[in-house]
């Protein structure tokens, strides 16, 4: 064999044996993990909701007559007795007249009626007179007696109604605006509406639970992985329509011991200060109460949840180093945080950075994630 063709083997033997090798496997790509452990932390519920006054009072007429005047201003606050409507008083003052002139009539009945039994009281005595005839006159002394009486009454529901011709204000509150205008037509029998005022410092915030979560908050109080305070001192938080949190916290202060046909929930109702009537009856919030601490709770990072139409899921490491998804149930979300119910132990690793180059079955390197300061439960900030 020639030089040449030594040369030739050996340049194909070194091509068959560079294609049978097979390249190195890739390393395990790299992944930061956190261990989950247990602590205690604020058991918060949200629940969506709404505003309710604590009062409301609908003024409504009490006498028929026509609209005079209206003697307030529309969506400011009056003060309890103060004139809001005028109605025409001369039909209601031409009748008390009417009834303090019957009066009259009555009490001079009564006092000849009183002239004629004091003096046949005198001639009975002396046989001058019968006892029948006396007996008719003070039945007459009576029966002029019960006119006084009757027309007494009268004239204290003229004056009654006269009075309602001015139509104050039952309560203190914020009056809104006037269903009626000067010239209207008001009846005191289908008590015409004329405005409403609701009182909002305090206001309630009413909310619903459905009572499956109801029976699993229960279950777990009672199995003592909550631990609840006193029922009228759970704080409540609010969350407005725009995000934003108010700053003054409620207390839960009622809780129906019965559910609703209709929806299958439980009304809940907190009280809330209102002093600058932020808060507005009819507004739309969310509540965030705080039911209890857990003793046990799972929290982990926000950015480590998958959450999906289907569910929250997470990826965790298993003693392999193997990672495999796993789905779990979150509670609410506490600064960064979730808080995780049910699905995750205590001291499993879960991934927080590198989902992207973890594959569920696939081996992966775990290292510990950097500290991260723990997150302040919202619920628990009253600064705000």
Known sequence: MT?????????????????????????PPEVAVITVSAQPIVNVIELPGRLQAIRTAEVRARVDGIVERRLYTEGTDVRAGQPLFAIDPRELRAKLSAAEAALARAEATAAN???DVTRYKGLVAQQALSQQEYDAAVARLRTAE???AQSRAQIAAARLNLGYTTVTAPIAGRAGRAM??????????????????EQMDPIYANFSQSSSDLLALRNRISSGAIQVPAPNNVPVHL??????????????????????????????????????????????????????VQAKGLLIPQRAVTVTPQGAT??????????????????????????????????ERVIVDGLQKAAPGKPVKPVTASPTPPAVPQAADTAR
């Open 146 to 148: 019960a006119d006084v």
């Open 239 to 292: 969350v407005l329509e725009d995000g934003s949190d108010y700053r003054l916290p409620g207390r839960l202060d009622f809780v129906a011991m019965n559910i609703d046909e209709a929806t299958g929930t439980a009304a809940l109702r907190a009280l809330f200060p209102n002093p600058q009537r932020t808060l507005l009856p009819g507004q739309f919030v969310r509540g965030r109460i705080e039911a209890g």
């Open 314 to 347: 997470v990826m965790v490491v298993n003693a392999k180093d193997i990672a495999e998804v796993r789905s779990v149930k979150v509670g609410a979300l506490e600064g960064g945080s979730w808080v995780i119910q049910t699905g995750l132990d205590p001291g």
């Open 3 to 27: 030089d040449h063709a030594r040369r030739v083997a050996a340049a194909l033997l070194l091509a068959a044996c560079s294609k049978s090798s097979a390249p190195p496997a890739p390393p």
């Open 180 to 197: 009626v205008t000067e010239g209207a037509l008001v009846s005191g029998a289908a008590a015409t509406l004329l405005t409403t005022i």
């Open 113 to 115: 009626a009183q002239q």
